[in-house]
């Protein structure tokens, strides 16, 4: 350490009137002295003063610029140094040093600027500013055969790209071409890793999901997927997952989607389908997941309910009743659910036995599975009356749903149970449905439901609660009493919050309990004629054509 001191003593004079070679001498000293104890060193380094005086020596020009940079980047692995050596000004002039021809000076650059800003999203965002983005991009391009160069570069990528400010600026650079350039270059698994992610958080960006697939990604990734899928070793495993999680990661975007879909004649659309029946689990949910990427707009739904794809998902969902794969079974669902939206695909689903399969999956414990289950029988019962009736007075459903609907713990799964339940009555308008519901012990959540803080789940619930009334509100009575329906009704009424079509069918529902004898005693109770007369003036003339009526019927029967 007495060396280092030394050195140190006379790096300060040599920096202000000696010569290169002397200088030199004492940067070799330096790095030797952090390389056999680096923390010691830079804590000596920092103590002696000599930070604010590196800055003047990371010229261009100087041969010692490289060993400068070298030096900050070894310091800059502690951490107490970095923040010292950005008080010291030694990021402007690094960045300066990036616009460097010399391969040595850009690496050592790289690293120190690597260095200084790990785990810094403060000070990386500094970089970003500073736009050292489109240069890292050019330095790619230029240097792609330095294998220490490319590999810093990749590094910084890697740190920046995790940024969203960052994505921007890639956007606007050539970034996409030359990743899958070097990538197709590459016969290591750990290069092709090292790239890989980079390109996952590029990836989440919509025009670099395109400019990924405009570059030939899409190919390289298929590639990738061919060489391993029969692959035994962790790295062959490694990279099929990573390779086709990225495939399905670059479906999110609409216009890259749109592209590799092809009108339903993509090759890639083609090669992802024959992922489905494979042995391999992880292929099966990258080609499920896909699926349901693709099936975000009607025309690509419809084409592939034409073309036998439901077919193929129920075959695999089969597979996994009893292989159970999770994950597998939640990307089916989803598929199945994305496909069933359009209106005319919902009756050729049912023909194909959907729902049937579907509810082989009633007893999964596990609500990601639970959650799709739900959304995809909602959908497909959605104006489909046989359908809807059919599942309606499946009991053991009825029963799932009404334990669902108490599914705490699990918001989206109690949302779609109670919206799936409202759907069975609303769709089927059958008395029987009706019947079952209320022996179930639906109706208190329908009503709870009601009280929603969606707009949709509150309409919903309250026409399902007017059907329950005017099919059998005798059987509903007691339910309804229980539920507090009344008193909810009348806080929807008088709530100057309550969307205009919440107010119409809370006058209608009113108007269906009237018949009732407990129920019409609460009505009277609550005067709820105060609250209704009010409404006659709404803006709304629906609503207030409504509130008339609904007056004229609360005084007729005062």
């Not at 990036?98 to 000070?123: F, M, P, W």
């Not at 899928?229 to 399905?248: F, N, P, W, Y």
């Not at 209320?438 to 026409?463: F, P, R």
Request: hydrophobic letters at 45%; one cysteine or more; aromatic letters at 2%.
């Amino acid at each position: 350490m007495d060396n280092l001191s030394d050195a140190l003593e006379k790096l300060k004079l040599a920096s202000t009137d000696s010569t290169t070679d002397s200088v030199e001498s004492c940067l070799d000293c330096l790095l030797k002295a952090l390389v056999n104890n680096n923390t010691e060193a830079s804590a000596k380094i920092q103590e002696m003063g000599v930070l604010p005086m590196l800055p003047t020596m990371l010229t261009p020009q100087s041969t010692c610029t490289p060993k400068v940079a070298n030096i900050i980047a070894e310091m800059a692995k502690n951490e107490f140094m970095r923040s010292a050596c950005v008080e010291a000004g030694l990021i402007p002039p690094l960045i300066q040093l990036l616009n460097s021809t010399d391969q040595e000076v850009l690496l050592q650059t790289g690293r120190a600027l690597g260095n200084i800003c790990y785990d810094s999203h403060s000070l990386q965002g500094q970089l970003i500013g500073m736009g050292v983005i489109p240069t890292l991009v050019k330095l790619l391009g230029v240097h792609s055969h330095n294998t220490a160069l490319t590999e810093m570069c990749l590094i910084a990528f890697g740190n920046l790209a995790e940024l969203e400010s960052s994505k921007e600026q890639f956007a606007s650079t050539n970034i996409a071409e030359e990743l899958v350039c070097l990538f197709q270059k590459q016969t290591e698994h750990e290069k092709k890793e090292m790239i890989f992610e980079v390109l996952a958080p590029l990836a989440e960006n919509d025009v670099i999901k395109l400019q990924l697939v405009e570059a030939g990604l899409v190919e390289c990734l298929l590639e990738v997927v061919a060489q391993t899928i029969d692959g035994e070793r962790e790295e062959e495993v490694a990279q099929l997952k990573t390779a086709s999680d990225l495939m399905v990661l670059l479906l999110l975007g609409d216009e890259s989607m749109q592209k590799l879909f092809e009108g339903g004649k993509g090759s890639v659309f083609q090669r992802v389908l024959s992922w489905i029946p494979s042995h391999n689990h992880q292929l099966q949910l990258a080609g499920a997941l896909a699926i349901a990427n693709f099936a975000r707009n009607d025309g690509n739904c419809i084409h592939m309910v034409d073309t036998g794809i439901v077919q193929k998902l129920l075959e695999l969902l089969d597979r996994h009743v009893v292989e159970g794969n999770v994950t597998v079974q939640h990307a089916a669902l989803s598929a199945l659910r994305n496909l069933a939206i359009p209106v005319v695909n919902k009756s050729k689903m049912l023909s194909a036995g959907v729902a049937d399969v579907v509810l082989k999956f009633l007893q999964s414990e596990m609500p990601p599975v639970q959650f799709k289950l739900l959304g995809t029988l909602r959908m497909l019962i959605d104006t489909q009356v046989e359908a809807a009736d059919q599942l309606g007075t499946n009991a053991k459903l009825v029963e799932r749903l009404v334990e669902w609907c108490e599914a705490k713990d699990h918001a989206g799964v109690m949302g779609e149970s109670n919206r799936l339940l409202s759907a069975l009555i609303r769709h089927s308008k059958s008395k029987e449905v009706v019947k079952i519901v209320i022996q179930g012990d639906g109706v208190k959540h329908l009503v709870t439901m009601a009280t929603s803080e969606h707009i949709i789940m509150q309409n919903e619930a309250l026409v399902a609660l007017g059907l329950i009334a005017a099919l059998d509100l005798v059987a509903a009575e007691k339910h309804f009493v229980a539920a507090d329906l009344v008193a909810v009704l009348h806080k929807l009424l008088s709530d100057e919050r309550s969307a205009p079509e919440i107010k119409y069918n809370s006058m209608i529902l009113i108007c269906a309990v009237m018949g009732s004898e407990p129920l019409h005693k609460e009505v009277q109770t609550r005067a709820f004629i105060n609250v209704v007369s009010k409404l006659r003036s709404h803006e709304n003339k629906t609503v207030s054509h409504q509130a008339s009526l609904t007056e004229q019927r609360l005084t007729a029967q005062s």
